[in-house]
């Protein structure tokens, strides 16, 4: 079955750090890759996402490469802020087909921004 | 517009009472999903909805029941709860067209006893 694996958290960084979030992914043909961002509080909104090999999601200064040679879709900022601080999760599904839009999640990754 | 609502935000049951979580969405979004979410397991999928009058089960349908009435709402049904549904539950909805990309209502804690 598919299934998706992120890094282990929580992770904590300093104000305009580097972000990288692994994310690795199992699954037949070509998925839709995501990246949802559950601030606290809140439900789970869609950040980026990627529909086929080497494409590049984008989003508030995030992104994401698909890489169907490594299975993987990491996602990267360049400066985080503080106001990033919330839980990532890594999802992927089918378009098409039976599928009917069903995501598989990742365990999400808690990430927290010092000033 | 609201986007997707659900109702109610908090509440505490005891063991063997039953409840009715609902979810309500004014996109005209064809697809309805329940999900729950628990610490370390990211969400999991109860039961989804592809269309009105219509359910089907997902990754973990034991102990849940579901209907969709109208096309609008998608309520979910906990007839005897347990404490292992003790769980943040969040509904979300997508189009027919770009359905892989869903829309997610606040939550609702549940705590049983």
């Known amino acids: 079955g598919n299934s998706v694996t992120q890094m282990e958290g929580p992770v904590t960084l300093s104000e305009e750090a580097f972000l990288t979030i692994n994310c690795t992914y199992t699954a037949t043909g070509y998925p839709s890759l995501f990246w949802y961002v559950q601030y606290p509080g809140e439900g789970l909104q869609l950040l980026l996402k990627a529909t086929k090999a080497d494409d590049k999601g984008s989003n508030k200064g995030f992104e994401a490469t698909y890489r169907k040679e490594t299975t993987s879709f990491h996602l990267e900022k360049g400066s985080v802020q503080v106001s990033d601080s919330a839980v990532y999760f890594c999802a992927l599904t089918y378009a098409g087909g039976t599928s009917y839009g069903k995501l598989t999640f990742g365990q999400g990754t808690i990430l927290t921004v010092h000033p | 517009n609201a986007g997707v609502t659900q109702t109610p935000k908090f509440r505490v049951l005891k063991t063997g009472q039953s409840m009715t979580l609902l979810c309500a969405q004014d996109m005209n979004h064809e697809y309805m999903y329940w999900y729950r979410q628990d610490p370390g397991m990211g969400l999991r999928l109860i039961h989804y909805s592809v269309g009105e009058g219509t359910t089907a089960k997902g990754e973990v349908p034991d102990g849940y029941n579901v209907s969709r009435l109208k096309k609008q709402n998608f309520l979910l049904g906990l007839e005897s709860a347990a404490p292992s549904q003790t769980s943040v539950y969040f509904c979300?909805?997508?189009?027919?067209?770009?359905?892989?990309?869903?829309?997610f209502g606040p939550g609702t804690r549940l705590l049983v006893l």
């Open positions: 979300a909805s997508s189009p027919l067209r770009g359905r892989e990309t869903q829309y």
